[in-house]
């Protein structure tokens, strides 16, 4: 049986202000853990849209990616449990730095995010065991270090945006 191998492509935010970083702590299979604002790309978006929403959805604040900041693996193997098989699951994830914007009125968290907070590199080190990857401090040290890459080296081509699919042409 051959079966095509395919990564979760995912998009981050990295959010530094005055020192601290802004994470979510959200409901996961393994308990409470704390991520970026970040989550799966959606069809039809580039992954700088993607990014944009996936920080206004779990943060409630507007965000406007800047800069990539890197290009990231990692793999995650969760064991069988009574309610589910068990999962190997390859993240590609796309990290953006940007600017924070203001608090969108009358938007909530979204399902599974229990809260935001704002930790500094020092907290955010010693919290890594509750970190959902290895991920989130890696993105940390990488802007901490200045690491940062121009929008123009993405390019989404248009077809991505078209939702139309011709007859008989299904999305897996």
Partial sequence: MNIR???????????????????????????????NPAGHL??????VDGCAREALEETTHAFTPTHLLGVYMSRFQRPASALQAAQDITYLRFAFC????????????DTGI??????????????ANRHRSPL?????????????????????????????HPAGVTCA
């Fill in 42 to 47: 959606d069809e039809g978006e580039s992954l």
């Fill in 136 to 164: 989130v401090l890696q993105c940390m040290e990488d802007y901490l270090l200045g690491q940062r890459y121009p929008l123009h080296l993405i390019h989404t081509d248009p077809s991505v945006m078209q939702l139309h």
């Fill in 98 to 109: 940007g600017t924070l914007g203001a608090v969108q009125a009358g938007r909530s968290l």
């Fill in 5 to 35: 191998w395919k990564p979760s492509a995912t998009v981050a935010a990295i959010i530094e202000h005055q020192g601290k970083f802004l994470l979510v702590e959200e409901h996961t299979p393994e308990g409470l853990r704390l991520n």
């Fill in 114 to 127: 229990v809260r935001t907070l704002w930790l500094s590199p020092d907290e955010l080190r010693a919290s």
